[in-house]
């Protein structure tokens, strides 16, 4: 018989509140909501599989109504399951160029909320995990009116909520408030998120990297070095490293999170930014990896004291184990400083 508590995650977002008693509960409902749009979401996700059957397409169907794409879906279903609950002043997805108001029929709250809402929604088709991220910050303009662009340009170390939902072989929501990380897997059968990886804490060093090295030749040369140190053969620093690559950055953080390693999308000659967005991919992240132990840089300094000039601009990322981190960033330092001698 299993040792672990039947812990729900509406319980322990409950129990959770009842240690502040001066919580107003706010929180706790903000990611309650997060949570069922989590599960609709999942539902949808797992009958991608059966788009010629029943739609889903972004395609024309034949009665010539467009059939609508399931990352245009996930934004929705977020945007719904959030925007009447009266604990946001205003959001930003991935899939809308400007910020997002809340509907002027509903509450203001004090909250901000930033979201991925299908990150790797490329990899759909081929059946591989994707995800959705988030990013809760709370409003620093002044007054109780509708929340502003400077809301949501905050640096990440300002999150007061981040997480992550995988949508894997089983659907887990990850998630943290800043001092212990959580994970809660979906007992379909009962709807219910339930308590499945308490306190996850990430590995101080690891030997799984994780890029995508079909862009070798683009890279910082300190990165290449980086990358050959970690193919050579040296069995007391568990050199060398197995490389994995999903594709999608839910996944492949995931791993890095619970297995140690390091997952890296980097700045290359031809995406001087790298590819990944600062404000709900990178952000939401780093607070994660840094929160169960971990690091995560831009390369030369900490993701989450960038600060933020646009809502949907682009970051390298070094993001995994400490040593590994570090390792990385040294090696590119080493090579800037040879650079310039
Ligand atoms: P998306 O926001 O368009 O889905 O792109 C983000 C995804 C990440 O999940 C993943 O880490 C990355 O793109 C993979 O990019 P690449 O195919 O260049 O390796
Ligand atoms: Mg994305």
């Given at each position: 018989m299993t040792k672990m508590r039947f812990m729900t995650l509406e319980r322990y977002i409950t129990e959770q509140e009842r240690?502040?008693?001066?919580?107003?509960?706010e929180l706790s409902r903000l990611l309650s909501d997060l949570a069922i749009a989590a599960k609709v979401i999942s539902r949808e996700v797992n009958k991608a599989g059966l788009v010629d059957i029943?739609?889903?397409?972004g395609e024309t169907n034949v009665h010539g109504e467009r059939v609508q794409k399931l990352d245009e879906y996930a934004h929705e279903m977020l945007f719904k399951a959030m925007?009447?609950?009266?604990?946001?002043c205003i959001m930003a997805s991935e899939e809308e160029e400007d910020i997002i108001h809340i509907p002027p029929q509903h509450n203001l709250g004090k909250y901000v909320l930033l979201f991925?809402?299908?990150?790797?929604?490329?990899n759909i088709d081929a059946n591989v995990s994707i995800g959705t991220i988030f990013s809760v910050y709370k409003r620093i303009?002044?007054?109780?009116g509708p929340g502003t662009i400077e809301d949501c340009l905050q640096?990440?170390?300002?999150?007061i909520i981040a997480g992550y939902v995988i949508y894997g072989s089983s659907t887990m929501f990850v998630y943290s408030a800043g001092t212990k990380v959580h994970g809660f897997t979906l007992d379909p059968s009962i709807g219910e998120f339930l308590l499945?990886?308490?306190?996850i804490k990430i590995p101080k060093k690891g030997k799984i990297y994780s890029i995508n090295e079909g862009n070798y030749k683009y890279w910082h040369p300190g990165l290449k070095k980086y990358i050959k140190y970690l193919q050579d053969i040296d069995p007391d620093t568990s050199r060398p490293y197995s490389s994995r690559y999903i594709g999608s950055m839910v996944a492949d953080v995931h791993r890095t999170l619970l297995y140690g390693g390091i997952f890296m999308y980097p700045a290359d000659v031809r995406n001087k930014k790298g590819?990944?967005?600062?404000?709900?991919?990178c952000n939401p992240m780093a607070f994660i990896v840094e929160t169960a132990g971990g690091k995560a840089s831009n390369g030369k300094m900490r993701i989450l004291e960038v600060q933020p000039e646009a809502l949907h601009e682009r970051c390298p990322i070094f993001i995994g184990s400490e040593d590994d981190v570090l390792m990385v960033e040294k090696f590119m330092a080493e090579a800037e400083k040879g650079k310039m001698m």
């Open positions: 240690k502040f008693p001066e919580a107003t509960g029943i739609g889903f397409t925007d009447h609950g009266g604990h946001l991925d809402p299908l990150d790797g929604s490329s303009s002044p007054g109780d640096p990440g170390y300002k999150q499945s990886h308490p306190d590819k990944l967005r600062l404000m709900y991919e």
